[in-house]
């Protein structure tokens, strides 16, 4: 089994930046795509960003250009980097491995924290 284990989220203010680590298990990382979800109270858990195994990138419309996606597979840990927080951005986040194109096989960690408020 995959176990993700999530840090870096906490409180931050408006216009400020957070990154999130997403640390994997699997010997296989580097064979996964990787995925940061978020929920707010009340909402439907989205998409926020996903790299793939060749390092291809997509972003929810709502972040694209102030989150950044990236992994690093030596150290087996993915990132989320986020900058010019909102208080939209107010939600759990969090990370998915699954296998490219399919969710065949599907992780997910426990979940962060990140509040935007002044």
């Known amino acids: 089994q995959v176990q993700l284990v999530e840090s870096g989220g906490g409180l931050v203010q408006p216009g400020g930046s957070l990154r999130l680590s997403c640390a994997a298990s699997?010997?296989?990382?580097?064979?996964?795509?990787m995925g940061w979800y978020r929920q707010a109270p009340g909402k439907q858990r989205e998409l926020v960003a996903v790299?793939?195994?060749?390092?291809?990138?997509n972003y929810a419309d709502s972040v694209k250009g102030r989150f950044t996606i990236s992994r690093d597979n030596a150290k087996k840990t993915g990132y989320l980097q986020m900058n010019s927080l909102r208080p939209e951005d107010t939600a759990v986040y969090y990370c998915?491995?699954?296998?490219?194109?399919?969710?065949?096989?599907?992780?997910w960690g426990q979940g962060t924290q990140v509040t935007v408020s002044s």
């Open positions: 699997t010997n296989i990382f580097s064979s996964y795509a």
């Open positions: 790299i793939t195994n060749g390092d291809s990138t």
């Open positions: 998915n491995l699954h296998t490219p194109s399919n969710f065949l096989r599907t992780y």
